[in-house]
């Protein structure tokens, strides 16, 4: 559980989980926890998929 948190920001750094089935699933179970959900939102309501989405459009100018 104390892993969650880093495991997923997986899209984020870059990494693909793909082939990786029980680790899929694993982060989709706690995901869908009602505690998960709220601690994702302290201190504020974010966007996960646009501030990933924002990452990768900025990683390429970062390379460069």
Do not use: N, T
Not at 6 to 22: H, N
């Amino acid at each position: 559980m104390a892993l969650w948190p880093w495991v997923s920001g997986y899209e984020w750094s870059g990494v693909s989980i793909e082939g990786f089935a029980s680790l899929e699933r694993w982060l989709a179970l706690l995901a869908a926890r009602p505690a998960v959900q709220a601690g994702r939102d302290v201190p504020i309501k974010r966007d996960r998929e646009a501030e990933i989405e924002q990452a990768l459009k900025a990683a390429p100018k970062m390379l460069a």
